[in-house]
């Protein structure tokens, strides 16, 4: 998927500078919160809940806020209820777009949302309008000099993974979403660094866009990014490197 590990990466360093100002830790709460509320607080049996609780360890919150987090989303403390929304459509180029959001007034997110789709030159679309060409993946980025190919290879497969892609200067490891979890453990135990690290919708098909679209199709993706409610946005381009890093 050309160009999709170089975009995890800036996320990833963005998300590393968000945490500083606290904005990361918010859509971590969220996720966390809206996790407990629908497969309860036991992370031993609720496997989204041990991803979000993973990812904000990894972000460094401290285990209070977790804990408050889940507690809110089972019921046993007050909080805001929050809704989970999935959003699908077409951005600029044709661009297929899928974005998840936790809100807690759909009725102010959803026009937002569909202004920031007209603005772009795209259209926000009905419930499987796109997502038929996405399917969950668990997703992994690794720098090509870190690690042997043939190595990283063979421990991937022995963990349970899909596969070992290449994308410019990265790896990109693929699994099924329910050996994410194990794959991560193998990867970790195996001293191999990650650059970036999710359960994502994973685009079946890509659309070539170059030059200014690929600037605008970008510059649409990280304008969803930043509002607010938006947790996540997943997209089917296929961009080149060159255009990434312009």
């Given amino acids: 998927m050309s160009g999709h590990s170089k975009w995890a990466t800036i996320k990833h360093k963005k998300a590393a500078a968000d945490a500083k100002r606290g904005k990361a830790f918010t859509r971590l709460i969220k996720e966390i919160t809206v996790a407990a509320r629908i497969g309860g607080g036991d992370t031993t049996g609720n496997p989204r809940l041990r991803t979000a609780v993973l990812a904000a360890k990894e972000a460094n919150m401290p285990q209070d806020n977790i804990t408050r987090a889940i507690k809110k989303g089972t019921g046993e403390l007050e909080g805001i209820t929050y809704e989970e929304v999935t959003f699908e459509g077409y951005g600029p ?45 668990g997703y992994f980025v690794i720098e090509r000099s870190a690690v042997e190919e043939d190595r990283l290879v063979e421990m991937v497969l022995e963990a349970g993974g899909d596969d070992v892609q290449t994308d410019g200067d990265n790896y990109e490891v693929i699994s099924a979403p329910e050996q994410f979890e194990t794959v991560m453990a193998a990867l970790k135990s195996g001293s191999v660094p990650l650059l970036h690290s999710e359960v994502k919708m994973m685009p079946k098909t890509t659309v070539r866009a170059q030059g200014s679209a690929a600037k605008k199709v970008l510059g649409f993706i990280e304008a969803l990014e930043e509002h607010e409610d938006v947790q996540n946005v997943w997209a089917n381009f296929d961009i080149d490197e060159a255009d990434m890093e312009a």
């Fill in 93 to 137: 180029g044709g661009v297929a777009i899928m974005l998840n959001a936790v809100t807690d007034n759909k009725n102010r997110t959803l026009p937002e949302i569909r202004h920031m789709f007209m603005k772009y030159g795209g259209n926000l679309g009905e419930h499987n309008s796109v997502s038929w060409m996405f399917e969950k993946k």
